[in-house]
């Protein structure tokens, strides 16, 4: 294997950040008790603490959340613009990801039992599967884009069609 593709290396992160919670969670149920001092530092200065306060549509944000979110957007960013060659290839590869990001929303239902299985609270889980939704549909709206871009419409294009009637259903899901 020559190289990787970023598609490709954006699903092996993503796998790679869901056993990294597995195990984490693994490990802490069967040494709670040996590195509890460590754990409440961790807690304590870094997953407690506020960087902002709450606003009016979502609520107080941690460092920990604040990271987190950092370096998945600016991971995807990456994913997106490294090594492309014009809008087309961009487009396409948009698409790509959006599929990748679209696999843990189908997978994590319900929510809930998701959630335990990963250790984390169901509000952090939630506010984790909104911003993987979010991505989602700002990459299948950027890959629709750049198709309609580079190539006409048709309705009797066999391809085209159906995602034309995928689109407005994402809207609907978003809005909810």
Not at 36 to 57: A, D, I, T, W
Not at 121 to 139: D, E, V
Request: hydrophobic fraction near 50%.
């Amino acid at each position: 294997m020559d190289h990787m593709e970023a598609s490709e290396i954006y699903a092996l992160a993503a796998g790679g950040i869901l056993v990294i919670l597995l195990v984490y969670r693994f490990i802490s149920f069967l040494f709670h008790q040996r590195y509890n001092g460590v754990v409440s530092l961790f807690f304590k200065h870094v997953l407690y603490p506020y960087v902002c306060r709450r606003f009016r549509y979502f609520g107080p944000i941690s460092r920990m959340q604040l990271i987190i979110q950092t370096v998945y957007w600016s991971g995807t960013l990456l994913c997106n613009v490294v090594k492309v060659k014009g809008l087309s290839e961009a487009g396409l590869r948009a698409g790509t990801l959006s599929v990748i990001n679209l696999m843990p929303l189908l997978l994590a239902n319900p929510l809930g039992f998701a959630a335990d299985l990963l250790g984390l609270s169901l509000r952090h889980f939630l506010r984790l599967h909104g911003t993987i939704a979010l991505m989602t549909f700002l990459q299948g709206a950027f890959h629709l884009s750049a198709i309609l871009i580079r190539k006409r419409f048709s309705i009797n294009d066999p391809i085209q069609f159906p995602g034309l009637l995928v689109r407005p259903a994402n809207v609907l899901i978003f809005g909810l």
